[in-house]
């Protein structure tokens, strides 16, 4: 495996960087450190799964080992080959490495898994059950009540034997037999009172194709690990329970060397839904678009935002890795290292959202002066460019006040402000339409002694605005993205639609925006901060639009940060 130089530290120590290392010491394995990712392809990959695929390649990379994406594609109902390669593309993109031929499917063991399933039965530790779903969790009780043994369990091996055979050969409806393990029906862990290992559905699989019998994720999960060499299965604490099957299962089939499940402590993000049936809902009743909306978790939808894949790691290795209680972080988390990131590397360049003309009358008609302005602050790693300025320019509407309040420092009638990169500015006049008052124009008057220094008369000016020279003003389209859910999504329970949490005033479009012309050729995803307004990057719908798209990454600062972390 590669990866980018960026994408992803060597993980800081933790239980699971000590669990394997003392499995190595001990000599546990003859092969190399291994570990997985195993989505299933039934959505989109988000945040939730950002943190697990970077706590498993983050192993990988520490031992030096391998990195497995593996399809959990067992339930073919819920499953389709365009999330296998979006989910292999977003893999791909988000940890910086191309996985060299080490994406797995479950689907492709189906032969293996089968007959691991004889060999439990032939040891009698699996049969083939005739009680409905239903009566199997009526016959399995619950926390408070015991299960008791199914009237099937103790049918002969031949039988059970046959009649899978009989399933897997299609000659049995969907529903009326399934396998289960043979453990303990009353067992005070609930996933281990003979659980199902096997069902029959009616599908045809988008991988495997025709296939009638379908394993269960507990059942699938431990042995394809096994099946690739996996040694250390890194997951949630929800999984915790699962551990006792999970081991089951590969003791009592033909495995050396069983892989071991490690759980860690999973951390909620606060302020946006995790959950696909809910971010499904959010798509198809048209709340938002496709699945790479802006506003969405996915990772598609980061990275259409402007989100880079490295504020991603970041943010997931800032969180840590914990075996103590589960726990949750704000968005505004992710926010500041997002912003953190996005400042140290982004250029900057000047953008305006709602234009406002500015007439130089000192600058004669047809004259124009290339000034270099730095791409970054008192850095020159990111080198220069030349802005064109002449008579006309356009500032930004909110950086002009025709009545200021007491300490103004934009311009204003009678006032002056400086220019970035070039002069200082004075407001000489206004002009306003007569029917509405609106401002439409503004003019002015330069000090031509005022590049680069300050005013030799020892006047001080305290406001720096951005411009765009107007002849050279790059056309574009501008969105601004806020959280996609009010507040009230704290108190979000279910019992109402996901819809009805949704802000409506969390996209506003900005058309008639001016950028700069060092962006007109700008590629998509291309990232940038707009100076004094936030952190911005290129839309895939500026190749069809016929102009530049931008999506609001970040704002500069957030108020909400600073309040949580005051608290």
Known sequence: MTKHDDALTEPRDNFIIDAVAEDLAAGRYTRPVCTRFPPEPNGYMHLGHAKGATIAYGVAQRFGGLFNLRMDDTNP?????????????????????????????????????????????????????EL????????????????RPSPWRDRPVADSRRLFEEMKAGQHAPGSLTLRAKIDPAHGNMNMRDPVLYRILDQTHHRAGPWRIYPMYDYAHPLSDAIEGVTHSTCGKEFADHRPLYDWCLANVDIVEPPRQIEYAEIGITGVVLAKRHLRKLVESG?????????????????????????????????????GSPGSVDTARLEATLRDYLNAEVPRVMGILNPLKVTIENIPEGQVEQLDAPF?????????????FSREIYIDRDDFMKDPPKKYYRLAPGREVRLRYAYVLACTEVIEDPETGEVLELRGTIDPDTKGKNPADGRKIKGTIHWIDAGAAVPAEVRLYTNLFT???????????IQDYVDPSSLELVTGALVEPSLRDAKVGHRVQFERVGYFAVDPDSESAGHLVFNRTATLRDNKFKKIFKG
Request: glycine share 6%; aromatic share 12%.
């Open 132 to 147: 409905t779903l239903e009566q199997i969790r009526e016959y399995r009780g619950n926390f408070f009540k015991p299960g």
């Open 376 to 388: 970054m602050p008192d850095s020159d790693a990111h080198g220069s460019r030349s802005l064109p």
């Open 287 to 323: 709340v938002v678009e496709r699945w790479d909306d802006p506003r969405l978790p996915t990772v598609r939808g980061l990275r259409r935002r402007g989100v880079p894949a490295e504020a991603i790691v970041r943010f997931c290795e800032e969180l840590g890795v914990s075996d």
């Open 77 to 129: 109902a819920a499953e389709d080959q365009v999330f296998v390669d979006a989910m292999i593309e977003d893999v791909a993109w988000l940890l910086g490495c191309d996985l060299e031929g080490r994406v797995f499917y479950a689907s492709d063991y189906f032969d293996q898994l089968y007959q691991y399933a004889l060999q439990l039965i032939d040891k009698d530790l699996a049969y083939v059950e």
């Open 487 to 497: 507040d009230a999504l704290e108190a979000f329970d279910g019992s109402q639609a």
